[in-house]
């Protein structure tokens, strides 16, 4: 091989690695195998509010009366599901705090020492 072939092969190899390097990063093409989320939680709570603004918007027409009593009993359940699981969350809340209490009060007296006054004032908290 002469050194006007070796300088050729080089630059032809440098040029296609550089050509398929910057091709591999073309805009708005994602790698191959690369994670692409479908939807944002932020336009996941657009579309649920959207979703909601749907139910509660008031068709054009005047509703008949069954159409008003079935609107009104969507409107119901979905308050009736939220209200539902709020109260479960606030009472699993007011469920943990009373353990936690009362394991520290069993502690205390398992060890059976008189608890000091500090102590007795952060369980009454």
Request: no cysteine; glycine share 4%.
């Amino acid at each position: 091989m002469t050194q006007k072939s070796i300088w050729r092969i080089l630059i032809i190899t440098s040029l296609l690695i550089g050509w398929g390097h910057a091709y591999s990063f073309a805009q708005n093409k994602p790698k191959k195998g690369a994670y692409v989320p479908d939807k944002s939680p932020e336009e996941e709570e657009e579309e649920l509010q959207e979703k909601v603004k749907e139910e509660t918007k008031k068709p054009d027409k005047p509703l008949t009366k069954r159409q008003g009593y079935k609107f009104m009993r969507k409107r119901d359940k979905r308050k009736e599901g939220e209200y539902k699981e709020h109260h479960e969350r606030i009472q699993q809340e007011e469920t943990y705090k009373r353990m936690k209490k009362s394991k520290k009060k069993a502690e205390m007296r398992n060890t059976r020492k008189k608890p000091n006054k500090i102590r007795k004032l952060l369980l009454k908290m």
